[in-house]
């Protein structure tokens, strides 16, 4: 089935551990882009990619990096998980139009203790 | 700075109309996109509106006026399974998008 894979679902990480969380998608689109969700938040960008080998910062970059070697991948990793990174992570990938809509994956839900 | 504003939650019943209301004030504008967020689900794409006017889309159906910022969502015949949050977000003069805080919708039979 085509779309957007995220893992792990769920995870508790402990502060000051590192944590990639992984995102592959299968529609070919060259976009992708992680947001985080909290509540009475709409959602913020942490970071995009416009194109394979390129990434750019988001709204809220620190404490993420991430890395798009290929189309299908771009996985985001806290270097040193802090609690204010609690949060419900999506992965997005649109096409190269900018009007285009994105499609989300089903989510990380990560708790920092 | 710019800004989405959406009503926190709003309540309706079964088979009737509901219009979610979405003001906006952004740099510049490119569009706005609504989706639908289940509980504990992703968003999904709903509509998208970059010239003024009602687009009709079965029972969603989505208006924009760029003069106001001012966008609605309007379901008709309201199932229970629309019970969600809807997210309003706007494309900005650089085509980043600006998303509110979204709406909770809750249906009542």
């Known amino acids: 089935i085509a779309g957007i894979t995220q893992a792990p679902t769920s995870q508790i990480l402990a502060a000051g551990r590192r944590m990639t969380l992984r995102c592959t998608q299968d529609m070919r689109h060259n976009a992708m882009y992680w947001y985080r969700q909290d509540l009475g938040l709409g959602l913020r960008l942490i970071h995009y990619s416009n194109t394979a080998g390129t990434t750019g910062k988001g709204e809220v970059p620190d404490g993420y990096s991430v890395s798009r070697a290929n189309t299908d991948d771009f996985p985001l990793t806290l270097a040193s998980a802090v609690p204010s990174q609690t949060s419900v992570y999506f992965c997005?990938?649109?096409?190269?139009?900018?009007?285009?809509?994105?499609?989300f994956g089903n989510g990380t839900r990560l708790t920092v203790t | 700075g710019q800004n989405i504003d959406q009503p926190t939650e709003m309540t309706a019943t079964e088979g009737a109309i509901v219009q979610i209301n979405c003001t906006y004030q952004?740099?510049?504008?490119?569009?706005l996109f609504w989706y639908q967020q289940h509980a504990g689900e992703a968003p999904t794409f709903l509509s998208y509106?970059?010239l003024d006017g009602l687009e009709e889309k079965g029972r969603f159906s989505s208006f924009l006026s760029r003069s106001k910022g001012y966008s609605y969502l309007l379901l008709k015949e309201l199932q229970m399974k629309d019970s969600a949050s809807y997210l309003c977000a706007v494309l900005d003069s650089n085509y980043q998008l600006i998303w509110g805080a979204g709406t909770k919708l809750i249906i009542k039979p």
């Open positions: 997005a990938s649109s096409d190269v139009q900018h009007n285009s809509p994105l499609h």
């Open positions: 509106n970059v």
């Open positions: 952004t740099s510049g504008f490119n569009g």
